[in-house]
């Protein structure tokens, strides 16, 4: 397995360590996952995004959905069909299945709709307050110069 060296993005950059892990964890189940369900990532708009499953006979109460340290998760198992078929052929995949996929940090789960047999699953980014660009004032022998941010000086 090919192993990514992030060395010289940790000399300049704080904060990046799980970055390495991701990746590796990215590259591992790739290979093991393999297409089922097929799915598609979208970007919906500034911030936002969803994550589109084909989850065809499956009902709702058959899915899970779960969100945890920045992993969302879903789940789909059949209910055991009780009665007895005869089939010539069957293509229709009826088995479980777990998909997961990494979060960036301050993506949260908005919401999950189902139609048609898709499953998509609205996701958003909301950067708290004290995340965001802000100004700094530097003291200079008693006097205070201030920066102002690009948006700052439009207003």
């Known amino acids: 397995m090919t192993r990514i060296d992030l060395t010289p993005l940790y000399r300049s950059s704080i904060g990046f360590d799980r970055m390495g892990s991701?990746?590796?964890?990215?590259?591992?189940?790739?290979?093991?996952?393999?297409?089922?369900?097929?799915?598609d990532i979208?970007?919906?708009g500034d911030d936002q995004y969803a994550i589109t499953l084909a989850v065809a006979g499956f009902e709702q109460s058959e899915l899970d959905?779960?969100?945890e340290k920045g992993v969302?998760?879903?789940?789909?198992k059949k209910v055991?069909?009780?009665?007895?078929?005869?089939?010539l052929y069957q293509g229709i995949a009826n088995r479980a299945f777990e998909r997961k996929f990494n979060l960036a940090d301050?993506?949260?789960?908005s919401g999950a709709d189902m139609n048609n047999g898709l499953l998509t699953i609205s996701l958003v980014k909301e950067i708290p307050e004290a995340m965001k660009p802000k100004s700094i004032a530097i003291n200079i022998s008693g006097n205070v110069l201030e920066h102002q941010s690009e948006?700052?000086?439009a207003a």
């Not at 969302?72 to 789909?76: A, D, E, I, K, S």
């Not at 055991?80 to 089939?87: F, P």
């Open 22 to 39: 991701l990746l590796d964890s990215a590259l591992r189940s790739e290979k093991t996952t393999g297409g089922y369900p097929p799915y």
């Open 42 to 44: 979208e970007i919906r």
């Open 65 to 67: 959905i779960q969100v």
């Open 80 to 87: 055991e069909d009780q009665s007895e078929r005869n089939y």
């Open 72 to 76: 969302l998760t879903v789940r789909g």
């Open 151 to 153: 948006s700052e000086k």
């Open 106 to 109: 301050h993506v949260e789960v």
